[in-house]
């Protein structure tokens, strides 16, 4: 699932407007209290984010949120790339960042865990693979929970 029932009415409200700006919605976080929330908007482009691409989004993505008011009250809205531990929500995107290290939780434990870190090998049929301390691990995609690329910086360049 990777995101919760609200945060998927969000997202699919976001994506038509996304696809004709040319912007890929990562994903929809809500996070904070219930009274006062913030919802985490992450957008990627195929040559990454600019500065002028956030301020562009910030405007249409707030004439959205206006348009279908997803809080009684007050909430924050915050637009952003997603940065180096880049959320995974689509099976697209395991795929397509497959060799990078991934931080995954999964709702139910497998073979008595629910969190994995490790090189993530990719997504077929519902099932994403990934080695962990040299073992293959395989988990359904159904059971993920959360999943995020582990960004490393090398200050050694």
């Not at 006062?36 to 500065?51: C, L």
């Not at 924050?76 to 795929?95: C, K, M, N």
């Amino acid at each position: 699932m990777l995101v919760t029932a609200k945060e998927r009415q969000l997202l699919d409200a976001l994506l038509p407007t996304a696809a004709e700006q040319g912007v890929e919605i990562v994903t929809v976080e809500i996070a904070g209290a219930r009274k006062a929330p913030t919802i985490k908007v992450y957008i990627d482009t195929p040559s990454g984010v600019s500065f002028d691409e956030l301020a562009q989004a910030q405007v249409w993505v707030n004439e959205i949120m206006d348009r279908i008011d997803p809080f009684p009250g007050a909430y924050t809205l915050e637009v952003s790339s997603p940065g180096i531990d880049r959320p995974l929500r689509t099976p697209e995107h395991f795929s397509r960042f497959a060799g990078e290290k991934v931080r995954i939780v999964c709702k139910s434990p497998v073979d008595g865990r629910s969190k994995f870190t490790g090189k993530l090998e990719g997504c077929e049929d519902g099932i994403v693979t990934l080695e962990v301390d040299g073992a293959p691990v395989a988990l359904e995609f159904g059971n993920l929970k959360r999943a995020r690329i582990q960004g490393s910086v090398d200050f050694s360049r």
